[in-house]
């Protein structure tokens, strides 16, 4: 592979608009100017954004004060660096694990980590929420979540010498930022495009062992980042990597800032736009073993996995995907564009399996699509001013790097606009029901993934 990065021989884009970007990005001096040229330009919107990875090379010292190098994370132990446990702070002490496993120690929960310690950890060192505890990364994060209008999250992993890292999915949009060494990274085709949780599964593959590489399709992209470069992986498309170490280097860590925009794993998917109305609607209120359920639930689950329903597996046009992000005319005309055709599909669908409707149901699912589209509108924007405001480094200098990390967890979970009884009195839970329903099969790559681990 050669050049800009990315090569799709089946692409119908014209290839000079990937490159009119990368002229416009390489002319950037900071990394604010990076963004503005990406969120503005058509082709990363229609043609990259969830569709296509996309490698993009900065100018040395784009990413100002964002660049980490190892000498900048051993100096977080001089300011109080803590150790955690899993599923907050990720960097875990070393006598918590037994074997290739972790459990949980008490002991270790928020203590004091001292430089020493963090230069002896010999794996991966995985610090989670870089934001809450690092002026210069949390800048950088706030630059992508200000720009996309969508919750960004940074992950910084840091490796010393050469390890391979699996092939994976996630349910997050992700930019990789190279900051220190050097990684290569490959990725291939999705069997599955747009994986939604629930619909596929647990929405994402290879976090509880490899993806075996028969379920992946073609290599698009294979590459190796160097600091200051950046590469957007869409949600779900496998991907592996390498860290390459300079043998000149004994002690060098190759670091990376994983940039996770969070859109699916919010639930910001037409697929449960629609679910919530369902459930507003009243298409929720049967009982089932003493339990409400969505007799449509099951149809629609079934039509988002074919490809005319994959419109419903999309990101939610909110942010920079509205094409103005706080413009509620072109926000709502671009949901109902959208959602409309779908609608009418699954309701035909439903009516010829049997499912009894209401009369009055399509008037009062129309009703609802427009009150959900407000809250969606409205939410999408406080959380992530809630986030800027309780989550970054300096709002709160007080608090320690443990509860800095917990609080914003915390934060990321109560976001999003499906949340409590606003779907349904019994919780959104109701609507999602059908996803364990004995009768509907396994999506296909689920199903194959579970058959090869056998």
């Known amino acids: ?22 002229e416009a990005v390489a002319e950037c001096k900071d990394v ?32 100002g004060k964002g660049k980490l190098t190892w000498k900048v994370l051993l100096e977080l132990t001089d300011e109080g660096l803590m150790w955690g446990d899993i599923g907050e702070n990720c960097i875990v002490h070393p006598d918590v694990r037994n074997g290739t496993a972790f459990k949980f120690d008490a002991r270790f929960k928020g203590a004091q980590m001292t430089r020493q310690q963090l230069e002896a950890l010999k794996d991966t060192i995985h610090i989670s929420s870089i934001q809450a505890i690092h002026r210069g990364a949390a800048e950088l994060v706030l630059h992508f979540q200000r720009a996309l209008g969508l919750a960004a999250n940074g992950n910084v992993f840091a490796t010393k010498g050469a390890k391979d890292i699996p092939l994976h999915t996630d349910r997050a949009e992700i930019f990789v930022v190279q900051t220190s060494g050097r990684k290569r990274w490959r990725i291939y085709k999705p069997h599955t495009e747009l994986p939604v949780w629930g619909v596929h599964g647990e929405g994402d593959w290879g976090k509880k062992g490899p993806l075996p590489a028969s379920l992946v399709g073609d290599l698009l992209f294979d590459k190796i980042l160097e600091p200051g470069d950046i590469l957007y992986i869409p949600r779900g498309f496998p991907r592996s990597a390498t860290t390459l170490p300079n043998m000149k280097r004994k002690n060098e860590r190759i670091i990376d800032i994983s940039i996770m925009v969070n859109t699916e794993g919010l639930h910001l998917v037409f697929e449960k736009y629609l679910r919530c109305a369902f459930a507003r609607s009243g298409a929720c209120d049967k009982k089932e073993l003493g339990e409400f359920y969505c007799p449509l639930g099951r149809t629609l689950t079934e039509h988002a996995r074919t490809e005319e329903g994959k419109p419903l597996r999309k990101t939610l046009s909110i942010g920079f995907l509205s094409g103005a992000k706080d413009y509620w005319p072109m926000f709502a005309k671009s949901m109902a564009d959208t959602i409309q055709p779908q609608l009418a599909m699954v309701l035909k669908k439903a009516d010829e399996k049997g499912v009894s409707q209401e009369p009055d149901l399509l008037e ?21 001013k809630a986030l800027e405001e309780e989550g970054w480094y300096g709002n709160n ?44 099969p396994q999506d296909q790559l689920t199903k194959l993934v579970k058959r090869t681990r056998k």
């Open 364 to 384: 009062k699912i129309d009703n609802e699509l427009a009150a959900v589209a407000g809250k969606v509108f409205e939410t999408a924007k406080a959380d992530i």
């Open 32 to 63: 604010q100017c990076v963004l503005t040229e990406l969120v503005t330009d058509e082709y990363f919107r229609d043609d990259c954004w969830e569709t296509q990875p996309l490698f993009l090379r900065t100018k040395p010292g784009t990413l």
């Open 1 to 22: 592979m050669s050049g800009g990065g990315y090569f799709n021989a089946d692409a119908e884009v014209e290839p000079n608009l990937m490159e009119l970007l990368q």
């Open 397 to 440: 200098e007080e608090v320690s790097f443990f509860e800095k990390q917990k609080h914003w967890r915390w934060l990321i979970k109560m976001s999003g606009p499906f949340q409590g009884d606003y779907c349904h009195e019994k919780g959104i839970e109701v609507a999602f029901r059908d996803y364990s329903d004995a009768n509907l």
